[in-house]
C-alpha cells in the first residue's frame, strides 16, 4: 500500500529561528541512513546558501557534506531517476531556444505561415531584420519558460496541435519539433507518481530540506509532494504573520467590490498592499489540494523599540495599526525607519554613508557585516559606491564593503575588447578609437606599452595626419569617398617614409614626417601590428558566419590581441568567462542545429546581454556591508537593511509587454489568472515587505 506524504512544513517570522529548526533537525540522522550521505537543501537563490552555510557552522561549528540545489534542479535530478530515458540535459533550455526560434523567425516557411505572417510581418521586415529577429527570439524564449513553469497545460495543448491560428502556438511547435521539454517530463511524472494511489519516486535521499523557497510553482510543489512520498520533506516557510493569511483581500480587491468603505476592511494596510504574491503561496500551501502539510510554528515577537518594530508587530498579528497617532517630535527622534530624498544617485550613496557612520557611533555593537543595502540595479550605483565608500579607504571614515551581484565582466577590459571587435564592421576607427583600443590594459602588456608610449603613439598619429578610416577601401565600404588622405595608411606611410627619409621632401606624391624618435619605435611596431590585427578583424566581421566560424573568430582575434598570460588572478577570471562565453555560444547554436549564417550585430548583442548579466560566483556576505540588487526572495536578515533607488518606474519594476507575455495579459483578466501566478510587481511588493520584517533593528530608505 502507498505510504502517505510525509510533507512538514515549519513556518515562522524569522529566518534566523527557522535556520535554529533545520540545524537541529540535521543533528537527527534517521535510522538506516550512513553519516556519510549528504543532505539535500533547496534553495530559492545563492546567496541564501552563503548565509545558511555561515548560519549552520555558527551552530555547529561546521557545515559540510550539504548538497544545495535550487528548486528547478531539483526537479530535474526527480525527472531523471524515475522517468526512463528521461536526459534532462537533453531538454531544450533557454540558451537553446533562442537560437531555435531565431531560426524560425528567419526561415521564410515558417514566416509565411498564416498566423506567424500576419502578426509578425510587419515588425521583422526592416534592414535590420536579423538583429529584430534574435531580440524577438530571445524575449520569447524567456516567456515560454514561463510557460513551462506556470502554464503547463498550454503547451502541451500546442504540442496537440491545439491553437492553429495563435501565431505562439505556431511558434513554439516549430522550435520544439523533435526536442523533449520539461513540461512534457513533469507532466508524464505527475501521472505516474501524483495521486493517493500511486507508487513513491525513486533514487531519492532519505530526507530532504526546502528552505525559503517561496518561489516555486504549482507544478514543483507537486513533485515535491510526490517526493514526500519516498522521503521526509522538511519545508522552512518565512511569513511575515502569524495568521493566516491566504484569504486576504487586497485594495485594489475591495475597490472592486460593493462594500459601503472599500478603504476600511479591518486589515493590516501593509500586508494588504505588499502581500499578493505570498498570498497566493499561502493559499496553495495550505488549500490541501496539493499537499497536507503537518505544521511546526516557530514565531518571534519583535523586541519593542521603534516605529519600525511597531509595524512589524501589527504585520505579525495581522491588524492595523494599533494606538494612537504618534508626536512628530518622537518621530524624528526614532531612527528604526528612515526616509530620505536625494536628487542623484551619487549623493544618495553619500547621505547612506553619513548615516551609517552615525549608527556605527551610536551603537558600538552594531558592525558593518550588519548592515545590507540593495538597490534595483546594482551596476548604476557600483560607481558612486566605489567613489564614496572607497574613496574613505584608509582613513577614519572608512566603512568595509563589498559589491555582490555585479556583472563580473561589466568593466571587463578583455569582455569590452569582444564588443569593440565585434563593432569593426560599423567602426569608422577615428585615430581616438584605435588609440583608446590599444590603451587597453591586456593590450598594453600584450605590446608592452606604458603610459608614456601611449602618449607618444597619440601625437605621433595626431601629427602623421590620421583622422579616420583605415585606407581609401574601408571608406568606401562605409559610404565615404574611396580617398586615403587622412586615413591610417595615410599616416603610417608618413611615419615609415619619414624614418627612411630623414627629410621631408615628398616621396612618390607622400610628405614624410620625419620626427620619429628612433629609440622608441616599439610603440609604433606596436601600432602597426594592431592595425593589421584590425584590418583581418574588420574582414571578417563585416560578413555573416555560421556560430561555429564566429567561435573562431573571436578566439583567433583575442588570442592576437591578448597576452600569453593574465595580469593577475582578476584578470584570469575574466578572460575564462570571456572565453567560456564564446564555447557556450557556438555549443548552444550547435545543440539547437542552427546552422544559418549569422551577422556581427546579432552575435554582437547576444555577448552584450550576456556579459551584463549578474556573477552569481560573485562573494556575498564575505564582510563589511553587503550592497546587492533587489531580487524576489532575497529576504536574509540584517540588523540594519538600506534601499537605495526606490524611484517611479524602477521599483517596483513595470509588467512585461502582455503582447508577448500572456501571463501578464492575464493578471488583470477575469477568469484568466490563477492561483500563484507570477506579477513581477507584485513580487517586487512582497520584497520590499519581507525586507521591512527582515530588518531587526533599522531600515533605510
Given at each position: 500500500?502507498?505510504?502517505?506524504?510525509?510533507?512538514?512544513?515549519?513556518?515562522g517570522?524569522?529566518?534566523?529561528v527557522?535556520?535554529?529548526?533545520?540545524?537541529?533537525?540535521?543533528?537527527n540522522?534517521?535510522?538506516?541512513?550512513?553519516?556519510?550521505?549528504?543532505?539535500?537543501?533547496?534553495?530559492?537563490?545563492?546567496?541564501?546558501?552563503?548565509?545558511?552555510?555561515?548560519?549552520l557552522?555558527?551552530?555547529?561549528?561546521?557545515?559540510a557534506?550539504?548538497?544545495?540545489?535550487?528548486?528547478?534542479?531539483f526537479?530535474?535530478?526527480?525527472?531523471?531517476?524515475?522517468?526512463?530515458?528521461?536526459?534532462?540535459?537533453?531538454?531544450?533550455?533557454?540558451?537553446?531556444?533562442?537560437?531555435?526560434?531565431?531560426?524560425?523567425?528567419?526561415?521564410?516557411?515558417?514566416?509565411?505561415?498564416?498566423?506567424?505572417?500576419?502578426?509578425?510581418?510587419?515588425?521583422?521586415?526592416?534592414?535590420?531584420?536579423?538583429?529584430?529577429?534574435?531580440?524577438?527570439?530571445?524575449?520569447?524564449?524567456?516567456?515560454?519558460?514561463?510557460?513551462?513553469?506556470?502554464?503547463?497545460?498550454?503547451l502541451?495543448?500546442?504540442d496537440?496541435?491545439?491553437?492553429?491560428?495563435?501565431w505562439?502556438?505556431?511558434?513554439?511547435?516549430?522550435?520544439?519539433r523533435?526536442?523533449?521539454?520539461?513540461?512534457?517530463?513533469?507532466?508524464r511524472?505527475?501521472?505516474?507518481?501524483?495521486?493517493?494511489d500511486?507508487?513513491a519516486?525513486?533514487g531519492?535521499?532519505?530526507?530532504i530540506?526546502?528552505?525559503a523557497?517561496?518561489?516555486?510553482?504549482?507544478?514543483?510543489?507537486?513533485?515535491?509532494?510526490a517526493?514526500?512520498?519516498?522521503?521526509?520533506?522538511?519545508f522552512?516557510?518565512?511569513?511575515?504573520?502569524?495568521?493566516?493569511?491566504?484569504?486576504?483581500?487586497?485594495?485594489?480587491?475591495?475597490?472592486?467590490?460593493d462594500?459601503?468603505?472599500?478603504?476600511?476592511?479591518?486589515?493590516?494596510?501593509?500586508?494588504?498592499?505588499?502581500?499578493?504574491?505570498?498570498?497566493?503561496?499561502?493559499?496553495?500551501?495550505?488549500?490541501?489540494?496539493?499537499?497536507?502539510?503537518?505544521?511546526?510554528?516557530?514565531?518571534?515577537?519583535?523586541?519593542?523599540?521603534?516605529?519600525?518594530?511597531?509595524?512589524?508587530?501589527?504585520?505579525?498579528?495581522?491588524?492595523?495599526?494599533?494606538?494612537?497617532?504618534?508626536?512628530?517630535?518622537?518621530?524624528?527622534?526614532?531612527?528604526?525607519?528612515?526616509?530620505?530624498?536625494?536628487?542623484?544617485?551619487?549623493?544618495?550613496?553619500?547621505?547612506?554613508?553619513?548615516?551609517?557612520?552615525?549608527?556605527?557611533?551610536?551603537?558600538?555593537?552594531?558592525?558593518?557585516?550588519?548592515?545590507?543595502?540593495?538597490?534595483?540595479?546594482?551596476?548604476?550605483?557600483?560607481?558612486?559606491?566605489?567613489?564614496?565608500?572607497?574613496?574613505?579607504?584608509?582613513?577614519?571614515?572608512?566603512?568595509?564593503?563589498?559589491?555582490?551581484?555585479?556583472?563580473?565582466?561589466?568593466?571587463?577590459?578583455?569582455?569590452?575588447?569582444?564588443?569593440?571587435?565585434?563593432?569593426?564592421?560599423?567602426?569608422?576607427?577615428?585615430?581616438?578609437?584605435?588609440?583608446?583600443?590599444?590603451?587597453?590594459p591586456?593590450?598594453?602588456?600584450?605590446?608592452?606599452?606604458?603610459?608614456?608610449?601611449?602618449?607618444?603613439?597619440?601625437?605621433?598619429?595626431?601629427?602623421?595626419?590620421?583622422?579616420?578610416?583605415?585606407?581609401?577601401?574601408?571608406?568606401?565600404?562605409?559610404?565615404a569617398?574611396?580617398?586615403?588622405?587622412?586615413?591610417?595608411?595615410?599616416?603610417?606611410?608618413?611615419?615609415?617614409?619619414?624614418?627612411?627619409?630623414?627629410?621631408?621632401?615628398?616621396?612618390?606624391?607622400?610628405a614624410?614626417?620625419?620626427d620619429?624618435?628612433?629609440?622608441?619605435?616599439?610603440?609604433?611596431d606596436?601600432?602597426?601590428e594592431?592595425?593589421a590585427?584590425?584590418?583581418?578583424?574588420?574582414?571578417?566581421?563585416?560578413?555573416?558566419?555560421?556560430?561555429?566560424d564566429?567561435?573562431?573568430?573571436?578566439?583567433?582575434?583575442?588570442?592576437?590581441?591578448?597576452?600569453?598570460?593574465?595580469?593577475?588572478?582578476?584578470?584570469?577570471?575574466a578572460?575564462?568567462?570571456?572565453?567560456?562565453?564564446?564555447?557556450?555560444?557556438?555549443?548552444?547554436?550547435?545543440?539547437?542545429g542552427?546552422?544559418?549564417?549569422?551577422?556581427?550585430?546579432?552575435?554582437?548583442a547576444?555577448?552584450?546581454?550576456?556579459?551584463?548579466?549578474?556573477?552569481?560566483?560573485q562573494?556575498?556576505?564575505?564582510?563589511?556591508?553587503?550592497?546587492?540588487?533587489?531580487?524576489?526572495?532575497?529576504?536574509i536578515?540584517?540588523?540594519?537593511?538600506?534601499?537605495?533607488?526606490?524611484?517611479?518606474?524602477?521599483?517596483?519594476?513595470?509588467?512585461?509587454?502582455?503582447v508577448?507575455?500572456?501571463?501578464?495579459?492575464?493578471?488583470?483578466?477575469?477568469?484568466?489568472?490563477?492561483?500563484?501566478?507570477?506579477?513581477?510587481?507584485?513580487?517586487?511588493?512582497?520584497?520590499?515587505?519581507?525586507?521591512?520584517?527582515?530588518?531587526?533593528?533599522?531600515?533605510?530608505l
Amino acid at each position: 500500500m502507498p505510504s502517505a506524504p510525509d510533507f512538514r512544513l515549519y513556518h515562522g517570522n524569522a529566518l534566523d529561528v527557522l535556520a535554529e529548526l533545520l540545524a537541529g533537525e540535521l543533528r537527527n540522522v534517521p535510522p538506516g541512513t550512513s553519516l556519510l550521505e549528504p543532505d539535500t537543501i533547496l534553495i530559492p537563490q545563492p546567496s541564501m546558501r552563503r548565509w545558511l552555510q555561515a548560519t549552520l557552522a555558527e551552530r555547529h561549528g561546521i557545515a559540510a557534506n550539504l548538497r544545495f540545489l535550487t528548486p528547478g534542479e531539483f526537479v530535474g535530478e526527480v525527472l531523471a531517476a524515475n522517468l526512463p530515458g528521461h536526459d534532462d540535459a537533453r531538454t531544450i533550455e533557454p540558451s537553446r531556444l533562442v537560437w531555435r526560434l531565431y531560426a524560425v523567425l528567419q526561415d521564410p516557411a515558417s514566416r509565411s505561415a498564416a498566423p506567424v505572417a500576419a502578426t509578425l510581418d510587419r515588425y521583422l521586415d526592416g534592414p535590420d531584420r536579423a538583429l529584430r529577429a534574435w531580440s524577438l527570439a530571445r524575449a520569447l524564449a524567456d516567456v515560454f519558460t514561463k510557460y513551462q513553469a506556470w502554464r503547463r497545460d498550454w503547451l502541451l495543448a500546442w504540442d496537440r496541435g491545439v491553437d492553429r491560428d495563435d501565431w505562439q502556438a505556431e511558434l513554439w511547435r516549430r522550435a520544439t519539433r523533435g526536442i523533449a521539454h520539461r513540461a512534457q517530463a513533469i507532466d508524464r511524472f505527475l501521472r505516474a507518481f501524483d495521486g493517493a494511489d500511486a507508487p513513491a519516486p525513486r533514487g531519492l535521499p532519505a530526507r530532504i530540506f526546502a528552505f525559503a523557497c517561496l518561489n516555486v510553482s504549482p507544478d514543483v510543489l507537486r513533485v515535491m509532494t510526490a517526493a514526500a512520498r519516498g522521503a521526509t520533506v522538511h519545508f522552512y516557510l518565512p511569513t511575515p504573520t502569524r495568521k493566516y493569511w491566504g484569504d486576504l483581500v487586497t485594495l485594489r480587491e475591495r475597490l472592486g467590490t460593493d462594500a459601503d468603505d472599500p478603504l476600511d476592511g479591518g486589515e493590516n494596510p501593509l500586508l494588504a498592499a505588499w502581500g499578493r504574491a505570498g498570498r497566493d503561496f499561502i493559499a496553495t500551501l495550505f488549500s490541501y489540494e496539493i499537499v497536507a502539510p503537518r505544521e511546526i510554528e516557530a514565531y518571534a515577537d519583535p523586541r519593542p523599540r521603534g516605529l519600525l518594530q511597531r509595524l512589524q508587530l501589527d504585520i505579525l498579528e495581522r491588524r492595523p495599526a494599533q494606538g494612537g497617532t504618534l508626536a512628530v517630535a518622537t518621530i524624528e527622534r526614532d531612527c528604526t525607519l528612515q526616509v530620505h530624498a536625494c536628487h542623484t544617485r551619487a549623493r544618495e550613496v553619500e547621505v547612506l554613508h553619513d548615516q551609517l557612520r552615525a549608527l556605527f557611533e551610536d551603537d558600538p555593537t552594531l558592525e558593518a557585516r550588519d548592515v545590507a543595502v540593495m538597490t534595483p540595479d546594482i551596476n548604476l550605483y557600483a560607481p558612486a559606491i566605489a567613489a564614496v565608500f572607497g574613496g574613505a579607504h584608509g582613513g577614519a571614515r572608512f566603512i568595509p564593503y563589498t559589491v555582490a551581484d555585479e556583472s563580473s565582466l561589466s568593466a571587463s577590459p578583455v569582455a569590452d575588447l569582444v564588443l569593440r571587435i565585434l563593432g569593426l564592421d560599423r567602426a569608422r576607427l577615428t585615430s581616438n578609437e584605435v588609440l583608446d583600443l590599444i590603451a587597453l590594459p591586456p593590450l598594453m602588456r600584450r605590446f608592452d606599452l606604458d603610459a608614456e608610449s601611449i602618449d607618444r603613439v597619440r601625437g605621433w598619429a595626431s601629427a602623421a595626419g590620421a583622422r579616420w578610416g583605415l585606407d581609401a577601401a574601408h571608406r568606401a565600404r562605409l559610404g565615404a569617398p574611396a580617398e586615403d588622405g587622412f586615413t591610417w595608411r595615410f599616416a603610417l606611410d608618413r611615419l615609415l617614409l619619414g624614418h627612411a627619409a630623414g627629410d621631408d621632401a615628398d616621396i612618390a606624391g607622400v610628405a614624410p614626417w620625419p620626427d620619429l624618435e628612433g629609440h622608441a619605435l616599439d610603440a609604433l611596431d606596436a601600432l602597426i601590428e594592431l592595425l593589421a590585427v584590425i584590418e583581418r578583424a574588420v574582414r571578417e566581421v563585416s560578413n555573416a558566419h555560421t556560430p561555429a566560424d564566429w567561435q573562431a573568430v573571436l578566439t583567433t582575434t583575442l588570442e592576437a590581441l591578448l597576452p600569453p598570460n593574465p595580469g593577475d588572478a582578476a584578470d584570469a577570471r575574466a578572460r575564462d568567462r570571456v572565453f567560456g562565453e564564446i564555447d557556450a555560444f557556438g555549443r548552444a547554436a550547435a545543440e539547437a542545429g542552427l546552422g544559418d549564417t549569422l551577422p556581427a550585430d546579432v552575435v554582437r548583442a547576444h555577448f552584450a546581454a550576456r556579459f551584463a548579466e549578474p556573477d552569481a560566483r560573485q562573494p556575498f556576505l564575505a564582510g563589511g556591508v553587503t550592497f546587492c540588487r533587489m531580487v524576489p526572495m532575497r529576504l536574509i536578515p540584517f540588523r540594519v537593511i538600506g534601499l537605495l533607488g526606490l524611484n517611479d518606474r524602477d521599483f517596483p519594476r513595470q509588467e512585461p509587454s502582455p503582447v508577448l507575455n500572456r501571463l501578464a495579459a492575464a493578471l488583470d483578466t477575469p477568469g484568466r489568472r490563477r492561483r500563484g501566478d507570477r506579477s513581477v510587481r507584485d513580487d517586487d511588493r512582497f520584497l520590499f515587505l519581507q525586507l521591512l520584517t527582515a530588518a531587526s533593528d533599522v531600515l533605510y530608505l
